[in-house]
């Protein structure tokens, strides 16, 4: 059987408070009865001296069996509480108030009698009682003298078997029973309080934990349930879960929302790549079909033809293939940073050397401006160099015969420079710019001729560049030109 927390809690301080009790009602007898025979003994602590000192015989330190016997039977019947007894010095019991078959034994220790008779240790003392081999009780106790010679001593057990079968029978009757009500009305009371305290103090718990499961039951979406609201700024520390559970449920519902998002575009992405893969797929393995089934038909010049055709889809095919695994691989945050110092002005004209036998094919200019840009970079040249040419590209598409292109290096200060490209292209829409850099999308200036175009290089330079913690920024004019620019951090000199 399972219980709450709320049943644990109430049971296990009902366990506790009922020992508690126990341990106390303890504690109290034995304090009771501390107190009831140290106040006994001190009220008849002159007893046994005022009993030697006005009785004859013993006053005159005579010691007489038969007479003393007489003398202890009279003082029962006035006193039944009282057990008498005359021991010889060395604690030997000469004669008694008890029937023989009482006495259990024949010698008693004086050590207590001596603490009593010469006041040296606090009440209550307890002496050996002769009617058990190893009972103790209250007492009082008197030295009789003959002349100088001690004869003995006056042994007088205050509470005697007739008082504790008298008082134990009277307890029994009341005293027990009014504790046994007592401690049954003190624990049903707390037990009946504290069922009321704890539902109180777990009342937020519950509803947190009846949040957590309808969330769960849910399927982890907030739209199918309605939650509780939390004080995040309260001293109750289930108010403070529940609020930081409130912030986990908005965080997993955004996560939830931005994979399903996420999803849609790698679906979409699919579609699109699938298409792009399908196109010079189709037309490498249709002219392979064609120069494998006309064969030696063909004339040469055809045929090279051909093979120049499907050899350009090839080269496409693989393009787009390194580029979808090089998008994979930035998406699922694989990709490491390599910062280093480097000479800016050498990689632009690395770049530059790269690409100008392309911008000559196509008479398009490409410069740097300044010429002998003096930058120190602080980055990932790698992936620096794989922007660059990455815009570099996406300008020379767009860029018509006899055009130009600039990588401009402006506005430095001591932690950055800016990095642009700048053409004189087709431009792009306004309207436009704040989706060009969504993997797939194809602009309405987008050229369709034989350019290898497969439409992630904007969405990579995008990923590499949030890697790098820094961001594009484009101005286009449409029939004018575009400037993509970022920033790139200056290594400090110092």
């Known amino acids: 059987m399972k219980f709450s927390l709320y049943q644990r809690l109430a049971i296990s301080l009902s366990l506790v408070f009922i020992l508690l009790v126990g341990f106390f009602y303890f504690w109290f007898q034995q304090v009771e009865q501390r107190t009831r025979f140290e106040s006994e003994q001190n009220l008849h602590l002159s007893l046994a001296a005022n009993l030697a000192r006005d009785n004859p015989l013993l006053a005159q330190g005579i010691y007489d069996h038969s007479a003393l016997e007489n003398l202890f039977h009279t003082l029962m019947v006035l006193g039944p509480a009282f057990e008498f007894y005359f021991v010889d010095p060395t604690g030997l019991l000469l004669t008694y108030s008890a029937s023989p078959s ?8 004086l050590i207590p009698l001596l603490q009593l008779t010469r006041n040296q240790a606090p009440l209550p003392i307890y002496g050996d009682d002769p009617r058990h081999l190893t009972r103790q009780k209250i007492f009082s106790a008197a030295p009789v003298f003959n002349g100088s010679d001690l004869q003995g001593y006056l042994y007088v057990i205050v509470a005697g078997e007739k008082y504790d079968s008298a008082f134990n029978r009277i307890q029994s009757n009341n005293h027990t029973i009014v504790s046994l009500v007592f401690i049954g009305g003190s624990v049903f009371f707390l037990f009946v309080i504290m069922l009321g305290l704890f539902r109180y103090f777990t009342a937020p718990l519950r509803k947190l934990s009846k949040d957590m499961n ?10 199918l349930v309605n ?8 001293h109750n520390e289930v108010h403070q879960l529940g609020s930081i559970f409130s912030q986990m449920v908005e965080q997993i519902n955004g996560q939830l929302e931005r994979l399903k998002q996420s999803d849609s575009h790698r679906r979409q992405l699919l579609a699109d790549i699938s298409h792009d893969l399908r196109t010079p797929l189709a037309s490498l393995q249709g002219y392979l079909e064609t120069i494998a089934i006309k064969g030696e038909a063909l004339p040469s010049e055809q045929r090279d033809n051909y093979l120049s055709i499907a050899h350009k889809n090839a080269c496409q095919l693989k393009v787009l293939i390194d580029q979808i695994f090089e998008l994979a691989h930035l998406e699922d945050g694989q990709v490491s940073l390599n910062l280093e110092v480097f000479n800016l002005a050498e990689l632009l004209y690395d770049i530059v050397a790269k690409f100008s036998l392309a911008a000559e094919k196509k008479q398009i200019s490409l410069t740097i401006e300044p010429k002998f840009p003096i930058i120190q ?3 990932d040249i790698g992936k620096i160099e794989r922007v660059l040419s990455n815009l570099i590209e996406n300008a020379l598409r767009h860029t018509p015969k006899g055009g130009a292109i600039t990588l401009k290096v402006s506005n430095c200060d001591q932690k950055h420079c800016q990095l642009s490209v700048q053409d004189t292209g087709t431009g792009i829409k306004h309207e436009e710019l704040a989706y060009i850099f969504d993997a797939r999308y194809r602009a309405s200036n ?8 497969t439409g992630l290089g904007l969405a990579i330079t995008k990923k590499l560049l949030t890697l790098l913690h820094t961001d594009i920024r484009v101005k286009s004019e449409l029939g004018k030109g575009s400037e993509f620019a970022f920033n790139i951090r200056v290594a400090n000199e110092q």
């Open 102 to 109: 009482q006495v259990k034994r024949d010698k008693i220790n």
């Open 377 to 379: 970079a602080h980055s």
């Open 446 to 453: 987008a050229t369709h001729s034989q350019g290898q175009h």
């Open 227 to 234: 939650l509780e609201t939390w004080q995040s700024q309260s």
């Open 214 to 223: 309808a969330f769960k039951n849910a399927g982890f979406d907030k739209s």
